[in-house]
């Protein structure tokens, strides 16, 4: 069987973001892991417009080839980390939009959340669970959740307390497993 490949799709275009900092420390602490490849797929090199497309993704008819880019993209994947902010009680358009884009590329492949904001971003990981219940991923029940407030120096520069690499080995083991029994359902 060949090497897993787990997506880590930083979920945050914003200027001055801090989900780049959080995406770096998820792929370095995936670095040390031998039961899969892990890679960041930063939304800001894949400027989707909002969706685009005349026929619903769910068909399968894809016609833009910024579509066809990120739908292949997606597929190359077994699994994926989604990183993301908490806006406004819940993910960013720009991350609802990235998922709405593909539709087969998800389907029957595992998800797992890491969030960020005041309090740590949980509303947000809640509202993506539910969309990738609809594109047919298998999310996780371990997730990470970072706090503005104590991960972060000033709000701004990403300090993660100790515990959370604990919580991260977690969240890769349940990953990595669901994304491999995940397969057995594509095959």
Do not use: C
Not at 22 to 28: L, Q
Not at 72 to 80: M, N, S
Not at 105 to 112: M, Q, R, S, V
Not at 171 to 187: I, Q, Y
């Amino acid at each position: 069987m060949t090497t897993l490949k787990i997506a880590v799709i930083l979920g945050s275009t914003r200027p001055g973001r801090n989900g780049k900092a959080v995406a770096d420390w998820v792929v370095d602490r995936a670095g040390a892991r031998t039961g899969a490849e892990y890679e960041l797929v930063d939304l800001a090199d894949w400027p989707l417009p909002f969706m685009d497309e005349p026929m619903p993704p769910a068909m399968g008819r894809y016609q833009g080839e910024h579509t066809k880019a990120w739908a292949a993209k997606v597929a190359e994947f077994d699994g994926y980390v989604f990183v993301t902010p908490e806006y406004n009680h819940s993910l960013p358009g720009v991350l609802k939009n990235a998922i709405d884009f593909a539709y087969a590329e998800w389907n029957n492949k595992a998800a797992a959340i890491v969030s960020y904001g005041t309090v740590g971003g949980i509303r947000a990981a809640e509202h993506l669970r539910t969309v990738a219940s609809a594109v047919q991923l298998a999310h996780v029940n371990q997730q990470l959740a970072f706090s503005l407030f104590t991960d972060f120096e000033d709000l701004s520069l990403f300090k993660p307390g100790a515990h959370h690499d604990a919580a991260a080995t977690k969240l890769f083991e349940e990953l990595e497993s669901w994304a491999a029994a995940m397969r057995t359902v594509r095959n």
